[in-house]
C-alpha cells in the first residue's frame, strides 16, 4: 500500500513538471511568435505609411487597421501598449493624408467655380450676387475644412517621434519611419495650408465684403 501511495505522489511529481515544462516552453514559443510579429506588423506599417505619405490609398489604411487588431491581442503588454501607440499614429496620419488630399481637391473645385461664375457673368444683378455669396461661403467652407485637416496632419506627425521613443527597446530603429521622411511630410503640410491660405485670400478679393 505504501508503495502504491509513493507511487501515485511520484507520478503527480511528474506529472506537474511536466506540466510545468509544457508551459515554459508554450510560453517561450508564444513570446517568441510575438517578437517575430512586432517586427513583421511594424515593418509593415512603416511601409504602408511611408507610402501613403506619397500617394495616399485605402488600402493602406485597411492594412494599418488590420496590424492595429493584431498589436491588441498580444500577451506583453509594454510592447503592445508601445506598438499600438506607433500604429495609432500611422493610422490617423494616414488618414489625415487621404483626407487632406481630397478636401485640396474640393476646395479647388469651388474655388474654380466662383472665378467662373465671376468671369462668365453678362450682368449683375441680385440673383447673379446671391449665387456668387453662396458660392463664396461654399469656398470658405472647403479651405476651413482642409486648414483643420493639414494642421492636424502636421501635429501627428511632430508627435511621431514619441512612439518612436516607446518603441525603441523593442525594435530596431530601421523599422520605424525616418526622420528625415516625417519632417519633409510634416514641411510639406505646413506649405500646403500656406499655399491654400493664399489661394483662399485670393478669392475673397473676388467679391466686396
Do not use: C
Not at 501613403?52 to 498589436?71: D, F, N, Q, V, W
Not at 500577451?75 to 488630399?101: F, M, Q, T
Not at 521622411?181 to 491660405?197: D, H, I, K, T, Y
Request: net charge positive; aromatic share 4%; glycine share 6%.
Amino acid at each position: 500500500m505504501a508503495v502504491s501511495i509513493r507511487g501515485a505522489l511520484v507520478a503527480a511529481v511528474l506529472g506537474s513538471a511536466i506540466a510545468a515544462a509544457g508551459f515554459t516552453l508554450y510560453t517561450g514559443s508564444k513570446k517568441r511568435a510575438e517578437q517575430h510579429a512586432v517586427v513583421s506588423v511594424i515593418g509593415e506599417t512603416t511601409v504602408q505609411l511611408r507610402e501613403a505619405l506619397k500617394a495616399p490609398s485605402p488600402e493602406a489604411l485597411e492594412k494599418i487597421e488590420g496590424h492595429l487588431r493584431a498589436a491588441r491581442g498580444w500577451s506583453n503588454a509594454p510592447v503592445a501598449d508601445a506598438a499600438e501607440h506607433y500604429l495609432l499614429g500611422a493610422r490617423e496620419i494616414v488618414r489625415r493624408r487621404a483626407d487632406s488630399a481630397r478636401l485640396a481637391q474640393k476646395a479647388a473645385a469651388s474655388r474654380a467655380a466662383l472665378s467662373a461664375h465671376m468671369s462668365g457673368a453678362s450682368r449683375r444683378d441680385t440673383p447673379w450676387f446671391r449665387a456668387a455669396s453662396d458660392l463664396k461661403k461654399q469656398v470658405e467652407r472647403d479651405h476651413f475644412d482642409l486648414d483643420v485637416s493639414l494642421k492636424a496632419l502636421a501635429e501627428l506627425l511632430d508627435s511621431l517621434p514619441d512612439a518612436h521613443k516607446r518603441l525603441a527597446p523593442h525594435v530596431e530603429p530601421a523599422l520605424l519611419l525616418e526622420d528625415g521622411v516625417r519632417r519633409q511630410a510634416q514641411q510639406q503640410a505646413v506649405a500646403e495650408a500656406r499655399r491654400a491660405a493664399g489661394d483662399l485670400e485670393k478669392v475673397r478679393n473676388l467679391l466686396p465684403r
